[in-house]
């Protein structure tokens, strides 16, 4: 076999997924032609391009070779996602009054990335077409570009598991079913299901359609943007519990939730990392929720007592899950920004919507800790790292250490590249962290000095767009981007 890079495999797959495009550029421009907007007719532009040159790609590479190495997925992932938010940015180009160039790739990317950081200060002058695209991104990218495209290719014979593997880096890789595809359309149907509760959820709370429709797809993807001025503070109360929910819900693997909805229960309680981001959460939002406590000052009543457990819980759930959504536009105690900063990095469980390290990876990381302190005391005794009650092999270790030490390693110098940028420390340090664990949005109200992605100049929005891509990709499909052996023959 060739040691060449697969590039016909790789063209037909940018060609599907060009037609995918042109499929979803549809969505928003009915909505805007029923709102009477004249941006719709920029998304017609846009899906027609995208069918065009989708069907040129598909059609010229249709005999493409259908193996598919491990260094060709992810080479494939990494520019799969370098390619389609360029495609994705190019609705925000048309409001030239609003966008830039470079702010148009700054939002795609921190859509389809599902970061949330956002160049949008007034979205009263936003298209309810372009506000529904934002929301849209968001909901695709968790799903995953590669996600869609094993199940739209007509024929990746058992390869595609290097497309999976690659997408969905950890040391968990169970399916739910034998075949690939089948464990994809599961997948699926657990994400819109969430999306329909969600969106019901949202009704009932009194939020309007298209608010609730926007927010549904940003939620249930962990993105995290915002829709309105105001914020979450202008609807009703009862809004936040459902998000609350939502985000929870959205950071437990989707393999654990079909358990939940079918007669295979019994895995969930047996499943670490379920318990472990349970135990996280509750703790941490009692922590957080003490320190508002008597922050705000004692005693206070019933209702105050449930809103400061509220206001904690919600922080919480939004960190954790990677959601990051923010509840005012004052800076957070520096205490507080300080935790949840913390909280971004665990992430959620694998195989969810969440970004960052993972439950599982964290977990493993302590556990090997703790056995290295007992080695050191028992020279003798044999003490394997157990999770879900099996031996992790050294090598599976070794790679969780190696991501573990480039994830900081790279949060440290994206920060470092962003004091150069002209932003303080303190803002770097928060942004850094934030938009390398996919929680953009809420790094602006994690520093005191009230940041905006707005004061940001064309390099930190650079430095910001490779966290972000870095964040999503969880590192090692980036790198094989700029990996010399990767590029050459065999």
């Not at 999306?195 to 927010?215: E, P, T």
């Not at 940028?421 to 005191?448: H, K, P, Q, R, T």
């Amino acid at each position: 076999m060739s040691g060449r890079f697969n590039y016909r495999l790789f063209l037909y797959g940018i060609g599907i997924m060009l037609l995918f495009f042109a499929a979803a550029f549809v969505v928003p421009a009915v909505v805007g032609f029923a709102y009477l907007e004249s941006s719709s007719w920029v998304f017609v532009f846009c899906s027609v391009i995208c069918f065009l040159l989708g069907t040129i790609l598909k059609t010229a590479n249709a005999d493409y070779n259908p193996f598919l190495s491990k260094r060709d997925g992810r080479l494939i992932i990494g520019l799969v996602w370098i390619i389609l938010p360029l495609i994705g940015a190019l609705p925000y180009t048309f409001l030239s009054s609003r966008f830039g160039i470079l702010d148009a790739i700054f939002e795609s990317f921190s859509g389809f990335t599902t970061t949330g950081s956002s160049l949008v200060a007034d979205f009263n002058s936003i298209p309810h077409s372009m506000l529904l695209w934002r929301a849209m991104t968001q909901w695709i990218g968790c799903l995953g570009f590669i996600l869609v495209l094993i199940s739209l290719m007509p024929s990746l014979r058992n390869d595609a598991h290097n497309f999976f593997n690659a997408e969905f880096n950890s040391i968990n890789k169970d399916k739910v079913r034998p075949h690939l595809k089948a464990t994809i359309y599961i997948i699926f149907i657990i994400y819109s299901l969430l999306s329909l509760i969600c969106f019901v959820g949202l009704l009932i709370a009194d939020m309007d359609v298209f608010n609730a429709l926007c927010y549904t797809l940003a939620t249930v993807s962990t993105g995290g943007f915002m829709f309105n001025n105001g914020g979450l503070s202008v609807f009703s109360p009862y809004v936040k519990p459902v998000l609350m929910v939502i985000m929870f819900l959205s950071g437990i693997s989707y393999y654990l939730l079909y358990f939940l909805i079918t007669s295979k229960r019994k895995h969930i309680f047996k499943d670490e990392q379920a318990w472990i981001y349970v135990k996280l959460i509750f703790f941490a939002s009692l922590i957080l929720s003490f320190f508002f406590y008597f922050r705000a000052g004692f005693p206070l009543n019933f209702h105050e007592i449930l809103a400061v457990l509220e206001k904690g819980f919600f922080y919480v759930v939004s960190a954790v899950s990677t959601t990051g959504y923010s509840l005012s536009n004052v800076g957070l105690p520096l205490f507080a920004a300080v935790f949840l900063v913390f909280l971004m990095f665990p992430g959620g469980c694998s195989s969810s919507s969440t970004t960052g390290l993972k439950v599982v990876r964290i977990t493993v990381l302590f556990r090997y800790a703790v056995a290295a302190i007992k080695r050191l005391l028992y020279p003798r005794s044999i003490i394997p790292v157990k999770f879900n009650s099996v031996a992790i092999r050294d090598e599976s270790i070794n790679t969780i250490f190696g991501f573990f030490f480039l994830y900081i390693m790279i949060c440290i110098l994206g920060a470092s590249l962003l004091t150069l940028c002209g932003i303080s420390f303190d803002d770097a340090v928060m942004v850094s962290a934030a938009n390398i664990n996919n929680v953009g949005s809420l790094g602006e109200e994690l520093s005191s000095n009230l940041f905006s992605y707005l004061q940001i100049n064309p390099a930190a929005k650079i430095i910001l767009i490779t966290l972000m891509i870095i964040g999503r990709l969880e590192i090692y499909s980036f790198f094989a981007l700029f990996s010399r052996s990767i590029w050459s023959r065999r």
